[in-house]
T-cell receptor, first 110, second 115 residues
Framework: KQEVTQIPAALSVPEGENLVLNCSFT??????LQWFRQDPGKGLTSLLL?????REQTSGRLNASLDKSSGRSTLYIAASQPGDSATYLC?????????FGTGTSLTVIP | KAGVTQTPRYLIKTRGQQVTLSCSPI?????VSWYQQTPGQGLQFLFE???????NKGNFPGRFSGRQFSNSRSEMNVSTLELGDSALYLC??????????????FGNGTRLTVT
């Protein structure tokens, strides 16, 4: 069974800093990986989707990379802003279902 | 396009009762999946429907069931509610589902409290 781990569980940074969130998974036979953000009491907002044949995806200040062989993905956030404060989750698609990590709670301090 | 709509937003039920949650996917999306989110277990997959057929199922007891209608709207039913069923229930839709999943789009969820 696929297991997804996100480290750190919580992160606090000053505004303007660049940061990296990590996601690791145990089974490299994946179809794709998706990064989400979740604001308190709300659903998940899709940030980036990386197909298994891709190495990275970029959207604005966000860049996600995927290394299937090592079972790792990273989400890079450039020039962080207070509005980036949220919980970030990665989800791995394998066996025709998504397996979610427990998330990294990010706080950006003005 | 309108996003994924889940109703109701909040529900309070008593142990032993049953409940039905509704999800309307984004127009044109044929895959609808359901997830349970709790502080202790995180997000766990319940099941996925595609073109009215249940295609995948997570590791939940038979008290949890669902269905999908011809317009892709989906319902989830939980019978004989237990205190541990208190959670945020999230619905997600995608164009394709399956191994070539297009991105998942989530609704804001239904917060179920069982007393």
């Amino acid at each position: 069974k696929q297991e997804v781990t996100q480290i750190p569980a919580a992160l606090s940074v000053p505004e303007g800093e660049n940061l990296v969130l990590n996601c690791s998974f145990t089974d490299s036979a994946i179809y794709n990986l998706q990064w989400f953000r979740q604001d308190p009491g709300k659903g998940l907002t899709s940030l980036l989707l990386i197909q298994s044949s891709q190495r990275e995806q970029t959207s604005g200040r966000l860049n996600a990379s995927l290394d299937k062989s090592s079972g790792r993905s990273t989400l890079y956030i450039a020039a962080s802003q207070p509005g980036d404060s949220a919980t970030y989750l990665c989800a791995v698609n394998s066996g025709n279902q998504f397996y979610f990590g427990t998330g990294t709670s990010l706080t950006v301090i003005p | 396009k309108a996003g994924v709509t889940q109703t109701p937003r909040y529900l309070i039920k008593t142990r032993g009762q049953q409940v039905t949650l509704s999800c309307s996917p984004i127009s044109g999306h044929r895959s609808v999946s359901w997830y349970q989110q709790t502080p202790g277990q995180g997000l766990q997959f319940l099941f996925e429907y595609f073109s009215e057929t249940q295609r995948n199922k997570g590791n939940f007891p038979g008290r949890f069931s669902g269905r999908q209608f011809s317009n892709s709207r989906s319902e989830m039913n939980v019978s004989t509610l237990e205190l541990g069923d208190s959670a945020l229930y999230l619905c997600a839709s995608s164009e394709t589902g399956g191994r070539y999943y297009s991105p998942l789009h989530f609704g804001n969820g239904t917060r179920l409290t069982v007393t």
